[in-house]
Protein backbone atom coordinates (compact mmCIF):
# COMPACT_ATOMS: atom_id res chain seq x y z
CA UNK A 1 0.00 0.00 0.00
CA UNK A 2 0.62 3.80 -0.69
CA UNK A 3 -0.08 7.00 -0.73
CA UNK A 4 -3.74 7.65 0.90
CA UNK A 5 -4.06 3.83 1.28
CA UNK A 6 -1.29 3.55 3.82
CA UNK A 7 -2.13 6.25 5.75
CA UNK A 8 -5.93 5.42 6.39
CA UNK A 9 -4.58 1.63 7.25
CA UNK A 10 -2.00 2.93 9.60
CA UNK A 11 -4.66 4.82 11.43
CA UNK A 12 -6.36 2.40 12.72
CA UNK A 13 -7.38 1.48 16.18
CA UNK A 14 -5.87 -2.13 17.24
CA UNK A 15 -8.07 -4.72 18.45
CA UNK A 16 -7.65 -5.90 22.03
CA UNK A 17 -8.30 -9.78 22.08
CA UNK A 18 -8.94 -11.60 25.40
CA UNK A 19 -5.74 -11.32 27.96
CA UNK A 20 -4.34 -8.33 26.66
CA UNK A 21 -3.16 -9.31 23.35
CA UNK A 22 -3.03 -6.68 20.46
CA UNK A 23 -4.04 -7.30 17.08
CA UNK A 24 -4.80 -5.32 14.15
CA UNK A 25 -8.06 -5.73 11.94
CA UNK A 26 -6.83 -7.71 8.91
CA UNK A 27 -7.03 -5.82 5.70
CA UNK A 28 -8.78 -7.31 2.33
CA UNK A 29 -8.16 -4.81 -0.25
CA UNK A 30 -7.64 -0.89 -0.37
CA UNK A 31 -7.87 1.44 -2.69
CA UNK A 32 -7.04 4.94 -2.81
CA UNK A 33 -7.27 7.59 -5.85
CA UNK A 34 -7.16 11.17 -7.33
CA UNK A 35 -8.48 11.69 -10.79
CA UNK A 36 -9.78 14.23 -12.91
CA UNK A 37 -11.68 13.90 -15.99
CA UNK A 38 -13.45 16.21 -18.49
CA UNK A 39 -16.00 15.07 -20.95
CA UNK A 40 -17.27 17.75 -23.76
CA UNK A 41 -20.97 17.92 -24.63
CA UNK A 42 -20.96 14.97 -27.13
CA UNK A 43 -21.30 12.56 -24.48
CA UNK A 44 -24.07 14.08 -21.67
CA UNK A 45 -24.86 16.74 -24.00
CA UNK A 46 -23.53 19.12 -21.84
CA UNK A 47 -19.52 19.53 -20.68
CA UNK A 48 -18.97 17.60 -17.25
CA UNK A 49 -15.42 17.53 -15.23
CA UNK A 50 -14.64 15.72 -12.11
CA UNK A 51 -11.81 18.16 -11.16
CA UNK A 52 -11.20 15.74 -8.38
CA UNK A 53 -12.71 12.65 -6.78
CA UNK A 54 -10.67 11.62 -4.20
CA UNK A 55 -10.72 8.73 -1.74
CA UNK A 56 -9.04 6.09 0.17
CA UNK A 57 -10.71 3.10 1.94
CA UNK A 58 -9.83 -0.11 3.23
CA UNK A 59 -11.95 -2.93 3.30
CA UNK A 60 -11.32 -6.02 6.21
CA UNK A 61 -11.45 -9.33 6.69
CA UNK A 62 -14.78 -8.68 8.05
CA UNK A 63 -16.65 -6.94 5.21
CA UNK A 64 -15.94 -3.51 7.06
CA UNK A 65 -14.73 -0.55 5.46
CA UNK A 66 -13.21 2.49 6.50
CA UNK A 67 -12.42 5.71 4.19
CA UNK A 68 -13.22 8.89 3.29
CA UNK A 69 -14.15 10.92 -0.40
CA UNK A 70 -14.35 13.87 -1.53
CA UNK A 71 -15.69 15.24 -5.35
CA UNK A 72 -15.31 18.23 -6.76
CA UNK A 73 -18.25 18.17 -9.75
CA UNK A 74 -18.31 20.58 -12.60
CA UNK A 75 -21.45 20.83 -14.74
CA UNK A 76 -21.74 23.61 -17.53
CA UNK A 77 -19.53 24.89 -15.77
CA UNK A 78 -21.23 25.22 -12.39
CA UNK A 79 -19.54 23.59 -9.35
CA UNK A 80 -21.22 21.19 -7.04
CA UNK A 81 -19.42 19.42 -3.97
CA UNK A 82 -19.71 16.25 -1.95
CA UNK A 83 -17.77 14.46 0.58
CA UNK A 84 -18.59 11.61 2.99
CA UNK A 85 -17.41 8.84 4.50
CA UNK A 86 -16.63 5.42 2.30
CA UNK A 87 -18.75 2.87 3.38
CA UNK A 88 -18.86 0.22 0.73
CA UNK A 89 -16.10 -1.29 -1.32
CA UNK A 90 -15.59 -4.49 -3.49
CA UNK A 91 -12.78 -5.13 -5.43
CA UNK A 92 -11.65 -7.66 -8.02
CA UNK A 93 -8.40 -7.52 -9.47
CA UNK A 94 -7.30 -3.86 -10.60
CA UNK A 95 -11.11 -3.04 -9.99
CA UNK A 96 -12.69 -1.52 -7.67
CA UNK A 97 -16.73 -0.65 -6.91
CA UNK A 98 -16.38 2.39 -4.15
CA UNK A 99 -19.66 3.86 -2.28
CA UNK A 100 -20.92 5.96 0.74
CA UNK A 101 -23.15 8.82 2.45
CA UNK A 102 -22.90 12.21 1.15
CA UNK A 103 -22.50 14.10 4.57
CA UNK A 104 -21.66 17.20 3.35
CA UNK A 105 -22.35 19.10 -0.35
CA UNK A 106 -22.67 22.96 -1.86
CA UNK A 107 -26.35 21.26 -2.88
CA UNK A 108 -28.13 20.31 0.55
CA UNK A 109 -31.11 18.58 -1.09
CA UNK A 110 -28.01 15.72 -1.66
CA UNK A 111 -26.88 15.22 1.60
CA UNK A 112 -28.21 12.02 3.13
CA UNK A 113 -28.02 10.04 -0.06
CA UNK A 114 -25.04 8.29 -1.39
CA UNK A 115 -22.73 8.25 -4.00
CA UNK A 116 -21.14 5.46 -6.07
CA UNK A 117 -18.61 5.26 -8.77
CA UNK A 118 -15.65 2.49 -10.16
CA UNK A 119 -12.23 2.44 -11.00
CA UNK A 120 -9.79 0.35 -12.92
CA UNK A 121 -6.20 0.57 -11.78
CA UNK A 122 -4.06 0.06 -15.12
CA UNK A 123 -0.50 1.02 -14.32
CA UNK A 124 1.86 3.29 -12.30
CA UNK A 125 4.39 6.10 -13.04
CA UNK A 126 3.99 9.65 -13.94
CA UNK A 127 3.01 8.43 -17.84
CA UNK A 128 1.69 5.35 -17.90
CA UNK A 129 1.20 3.54 -21.57
CA UNK A 130 -2.84 3.00 -20.59
CA UNK A 131 -4.16 5.28 -18.21
CA UNK A 132 -6.11 4.18 -15.06
CA UNK A 133 -9.76 4.94 -15.74
CA UNK A 134 -13.06 6.10 -13.34
CA UNK A 135 -16.94 6.28 -13.70
CA UNK A 136 -18.38 9.46 -12.66
CA UNK A 137 -20.25 9.36 -9.44
CA UNK A 138 -23.65 7.98 -9.49
CA UNK A 139 -25.80 9.37 -6.79
CA UNK A 140 -28.95 7.85 -5.30
CA UNK A 141 -30.33 6.14 -2.35
CA UNK A 142 -27.84 4.71 0.59
CA UNK A 143 -29.59 1.40 0.15
CA UNK A 144 -28.55 1.95 -4.15
CA UNK A 145 -25.04 2.79 -3.31
CA UNK A 146 -24.86 -0.46 -1.32
CA UNK A 147 -26.15 -2.60 -3.88
CA UNK A 148 -23.85 -0.78 -6.47
CA UNK A 149 -21.07 -2.32 -4.31
CA UNK A 150 -22.32 -5.43 -3.67
CA UNK A 151 -23.52 -6.40 -7.60
CA UNK A 152 -20.02 -5.04 -8.55
CA UNK A 153 -21.44 -4.17 -12.09
CA UNK A 154 -19.89 -3.09 -15.49
CA UNK A 155 -19.81 0.24 -16.46
CA UNK A 156 -22.16 2.26 -18.46
CA UNK A 157 -19.58 5.22 -19.09
CA UNK A 158 -16.01 5.00 -18.06
CA UNK A 159 -13.12 7.10 -18.84
CA UNK A 160 -9.68 7.24 -19.27
CA UNK A 161 -7.94 9.43 -16.06
CA UNK A 162 -6.59 12.51 -17.67
CA UNK A 163 -4.66 13.53 -14.54
CA UNK A 164 -4.27 11.80 -10.93
CA UNK A 165 -4.62 8.13 -10.67
CA UNK A 166 -5.73 5.22 -9.05
CA UNK A 167 -4.29 2.43 -6.52
CA UNK A 168 -6.32 -0.60 -6.16
CA UNK A 169 -4.97 -3.23 -4.08
CA UNK A 170 -6.81 -6.78 -3.31
CA UNK A 171 -4.84 -8.49 -0.59
CA UNK A 172 -7.29 -11.72 -0.18
CA UNK A 173 -9.78 -12.14 2.65
Known amino acids: MSGAVAATASMLVPLVLAGGAVAAPRVAAAVDGSTHVLVGPATFGVTVQQDPLTYDAVLFADGSVRGRWHYDYYEAGVLTTYSGRVTCLAVKGNRAWVGGPIEHSSDPTTVGLGAWWQVADLGAGR ?47
Open 127 to 173: HPVVPDRTTFAGIGTLDATQQYCDSAPDPHFIFDVQSGGVEVKELGS
